[in-house]
Antibody, heavy 121, light 107 residues
Framework: QVQLQESGPGLVKPSQTLSLTCTVSSGSISSADYYWGWIRQHPGKGLEWIGYINNRGNTYYNPSLKSRLIISVDKSKSQFSLKLSSVTAADTAVYYC?????????????WGQGTLVTVSS | DIQMTQSPSTLSASVGDRVTITCRASQSIRSWLAWYQQKPGKAPKLLIYKASSLESGVPSRFSGSGSGTEFTLTISSLQPDDFATYYCQQYNDYSGTFGQGTKVEIK
């Protein structure tokens, strides 16, 4: 059973870059061409899709975040990462990483536990 | 961008009730729709993918239907463990918009 774990700073200053990493265990990120995703949830609010990447490095971004967003994959470390630049308080949220439920699908069947990132000076 | 509209936002129901949640897409997404259940402080859990396919391990009281722009999630007989918030997500054309969620509360 694949497991995912988000890691990164819990506090980021406004205008700086938010960087998070998702480590995949119990299965390599290279084992098959799954899609991997980032999703966030503002406090007390609904889910917001951030973007997808596959292990070939093809990326698909939320248009509202695209100008500030980079998602990348490091197959050697079985990790994928998110970088969101020029953050404001509106980027304060729980950030989840996830994997597609099966090959050829973009529905997300495996999730990390989530990590709270607060943007504040 | 494809917009997803869920209704209702909140639903009060009793154990044993049949519950239906609707999700509408602003344009056709064929059958590229998923349903998730989320409980407080937890990550979402996939229930249904490709509009009507039941994810492994999910009880058969959950079912999904629809295609194009109109979709429904039905819980045939609500159980105590089902009180949670439910989200639809479209994933047509490599995007992933979520609906705003439906909170299922105890009546």
């Amino acid at each position: 059973q694949v497991q995912l774990q988000e890691s990164g700073p819990g506090l980021v200053k406004p205008s700086q870059t938010l960087s998070l990493t998702c480590t995949v265990s119990s299965g390599s990120i290279s084992s098959a061409d799954y899609y991997w995703g980032w999703i966030r949830q503002h406090p007390g609010k609904g889910l917001e899709w951030i973007g997808y990447i596959n292990n070939r490095g093809n990326t698909y971004y939320n248009p509202s975040l695209k100008s500030r967003l980079i998602i990348s994959v490091d197959k050697s470390k079985s990790q994928f990462s998110l970088k969101l630049s020029s953050v404001t308080a509106a980027d304060t949220a729980v950030y989840y990483c996830a994997r597609a439920s099966r090959l050829g699908e973009l529905s997300l069947g495996y999730w990390g536990q989530g990590t709270l990132v607060t943007v504040s000076s | 961008d494809i917009q997803m509209t869920q209704s209702p936002s909140t639903l009060s129901a009793s154990v044993g009730d049949r519950v239906t949640i609707t999700c509408r897409a602003s344009q056709s997404i064929r059958s590229w729709l998923a349903w998730y259940q989320q409980k407080p402080g937890k990550a979402p859990k996939l229930l249904i993918y490709k509009a009507s396919s039941l994810e492994s391990g999910v009880p058969s009281r959950f079912s999904g239907s629809g295609s194009g722009t109109e979709f429904t999630l039905t819980i045939s007989s609500l159980q105590p463990d089902d009180f949670a918030t439910y989200y639809c997500q479209q994933y047509n054309d490599y995007s992933g918009t979520f609906g705003q969620g439906t909170k299922v509360e105890i009546k």
